[in-house]
């Protein structure tokens, strides 16, 4: 059994893993009703299976049924995930991936939001990052 989290999940165990997010936890059955255009219930189970084996789920018996929830607090997966997505397209550069979203022209950008960015640069400068 591997418990290393690998980086990489298919398309399906992204969409079971943002259900589990956002639900906090989740059964088998919560998540097959949650799924857009599901595969089986039996096919959902294993999935969960497979996310548990990697290490990306837990289990709990409540009630004679699972009770999946996170191994890892969403905000910490989120770094994992913006640390690949920084590697894959942006040769690792943070610089180049906030250049590519303010550029883009959906940015859309309040003054309040510009601000906060400023003040985090800000922030990072002092600290020396």
């Given at each position: 059994m591997s418990r290393t989290l690998p980086h990489t999940l298919s398309r399906r165990e992204r969409q079971i893993m943002d259900i589990v997010y956002a639900r906090g936890e989740a059964s088998a059955a919560g998540v097959h009703a949650d799924l857009p255009d599901p595969p089986s219930y039996s096919a959902v189970r294993a999935l969960l299976a497979i996310l548990?084996?990697?290490?990306?789920?837990?289990?709990?018996?409540?009630?004679?049924?699972?009770?999946?929830?996170?191994?890892?607090?969403r905000a910490?997966?989120?770094?994992?995930?913006?640390?690949?997505?920084?590697?894959?397209?942006?040769?690792?550069?943070?610089?180049?991936?906030?250049?590519?979203?303010?550029?883009?022209?959906?940015?859309?950008?309040?003054?309040a939001e510009l601000q906060r960015l400023g003040q985090l640069i800000q922030e990072a400068r002092k600290e020396g990052r």
């Open positions: 548990v084996n990697k290490g990306h789920l837990k289990h709990r018996s409540e009630q004679g049924r699972y009770i999946y929830a996170p191994t890892r607090r910490q997966a989120g770094r994992s995930a913006l640390r690949r997505v920084l590697d894959t397209f942006f040769e690792g550069s943070l610089e180049k991936a906030v250049a590519a979203l303010l550029r883009g022209s959906d940015a859309g950008l309040s003054q």
